[in-house]
Protein backbone atom coordinates (compact mmCIF):
# COMPACT_ATOMS: atom_id res chain seq x y z
CA UNK A 1 0.00 0.00 0.00
CA UNK A 2 1.60 3.82 -0.99
CA UNK A 3 0.29 7.28 -0.39
CA UNK A 4 0.65 9.72 -3.22
CA UNK A 5 0.59 13.42 -2.56
CA UNK A 6 -0.25 16.07 -5.49
CA UNK A 7 -1.39 19.81 -5.80
CA UNK A 8 -3.22 19.99 -9.19
CA UNK A 9 -3.76 23.71 -10.70
CA UNK A 10 -7.13 24.43 -12.08
CA UNK A 11 -6.48 27.13 -14.52
CA UNK A 12 -9.94 27.81 -15.52
CA UNK A 13 -13.44 27.39 -15.12
CA UNK A 14 -14.52 24.18 -17.19
CA UNK A 15 -15.00 20.90 -16.21
CA UNK A 16 -11.73 18.53 -15.77
CA UNK A 17 -11.26 15.05 -15.21
CA UNK A 18 -9.76 14.28 -12.29
CA UNK A 19 -7.30 10.92 -14.03
CA UNK A 20 -6.43 14.32 -16.94
CA UNK A 21 -5.39 16.63 -13.96
CA UNK A 22 -3.16 14.04 -12.69
CA UNK A 23 -1.66 12.60 -16.01
CA UNK A 24 -0.88 16.51 -16.92
CA UNK A 25 0.96 17.13 -13.37
CA UNK A 26 2.77 13.85 -13.59
CA UNK A 27 3.52 12.71 -17.16
CA UNK A 28 1.83 9.19 -16.81
CA UNK A 29 -0.93 8.96 -18.73
CA UNK A 30 -1.26 5.24 -18.70
CA UNK A 31 -1.14 5.17 -14.40
CA UNK A 32 -3.99 3.22 -12.83
CA UNK A 33 -6.93 5.53 -12.38
CA UNK A 34 -8.23 2.83 -9.45
CA UNK A 35 -7.29 3.79 -6.26
CA UNK A 36 -8.66 2.24 -2.64
CA UNK A 37 -9.09 6.06 -1.46
CA UNK A 38 -9.12 9.57 -3.28
CA UNK A 39 -9.40 12.12 -1.03
CA UNK A 40 -9.30 15.69 -2.63
CA UNK A 41 -8.76 19.38 -0.52
CA UNK A 42 -9.63 23.24 -2.15
CA UNK A 43 -5.94 24.62 -1.13
CA UNK A 44 -6.10 26.72 1.82
CA UNK A 45 -5.23 29.59 -0.45
CA UNK A 46 -8.34 29.54 -2.31
CA UNK A 47 -10.60 31.99 -3.47
CA UNK A 48 -12.82 30.37 -4.92
CA UNK A 49 -15.20 27.13 -4.42
CA UNK A 50 -14.20 23.68 -5.93
CA UNK A 51 -16.58 21.33 -7.43
CA UNK A 52 -16.28 17.78 -7.37
CA UNK A 53 -19.33 15.58 -9.60
CA UNK A 54 -19.96 13.85 -12.80
CA UNK A 55 -19.33 15.42 -15.87
CA UNK A 56 -22.31 17.75 -15.58
CA UNK A 57 -20.56 18.85 -12.31
CA UNK A 58 -21.60 22.77 -11.66
CA UNK A 59 -22.10 25.04 -8.87
CA UNK A 60 -25.88 23.90 -9.21
CA UNK A 61 -24.96 20.49 -10.17
CA UNK A 62 -22.74 18.77 -7.91
CA UNK A 63 -21.36 15.79 -5.10
CA UNK A 64 -19.37 18.22 -3.21
CA UNK A 65 -18.64 21.71 -2.45
CA UNK A 66 -15.29 22.31 -0.86
CA UNK A 67 -14.50 25.80 0.17
CA UNK A 68 -10.77 26.52 1.06
CA UNK A 69 -9.53 24.09 3.36
CA UNK A 70 -12.69 21.44 2.97
CA UNK A 71 -11.65 18.01 1.95
CA UNK A 72 -13.59 15.25 0.29
CA UNK A 73 -12.62 11.56 0.73
CA UNK A 74 -14.12 8.37 -0.71
CA UNK A 75 -12.53 5.23 0.95
CA UNK A 76 -10.70 3.63 2.26
CA UNK A 77 -11.75 0.35 0.31
CA UNK A 78 -10.69 -3.17 -0.08
CA UNK A 79 -12.64 -3.80 -3.21
CA UNK A 80 -14.84 -1.55 -5.21
CA UNK A 81 -11.88 0.62 -6.04
CA UNK A 82 -12.09 4.74 -6.65
CA UNK A 83 -11.72 5.47 -10.12
CA UNK A 84 -10.45 8.98 -10.68
CA UNK A 85 -11.77 8.34 -14.13
CA UNK A 86 -15.33 9.29 -12.69
CA UNK A 87 -14.33 12.05 -10.54
CA UNK A 88 -14.65 15.27 -12.14
CA UNK A 89 -13.52 18.51 -11.24
CA UNK A 90 -14.76 22.71 -11.50
CA UNK A 91 -13.42 25.76 -10.13
CA UNK A 92 -15.80 28.70 -9.43
CA UNK A 93 -12.36 31.01 -10.00
CA UNK A 94 -9.62 30.24 -12.34
CA UNK A 95 -6.03 29.76 -10.77
CA UNK A 96 -7.80 27.31 -7.62
CA UNK A 97 -5.65 24.58 -6.66
CA UNK A 98 -6.46 21.12 -5.31
CA UNK A 99 -4.32 18.69 -3.40
CA UNK A 100 -5.02 15.13 -4.11
CA UNK A 101 -3.96 12.03 -1.61
CA UNK A 102 -4.53 8.60 -3.41
CA UNK A 103 -4.60 5.35 -1.79
CA UNK A 104 -3.39 2.24 -3.27
CA UNK A 105 -4.23 -1.01 -2.22
Do not use: C, W
Not at 15 to 39: E, M, P
Not at 51 to 80: F, I, Q
Not at 85 to 94: C, E, G, Q, T, Y
Amino acid sequence: MALYGLTLSLADTSVHKLSDLIAAATGYANVTNRFAQVSVQADPGNAGNVYLGDPNVASTNMGANLTAGLTYSSGPHESNLVSTLDIHVRASAATQKINVALRTV
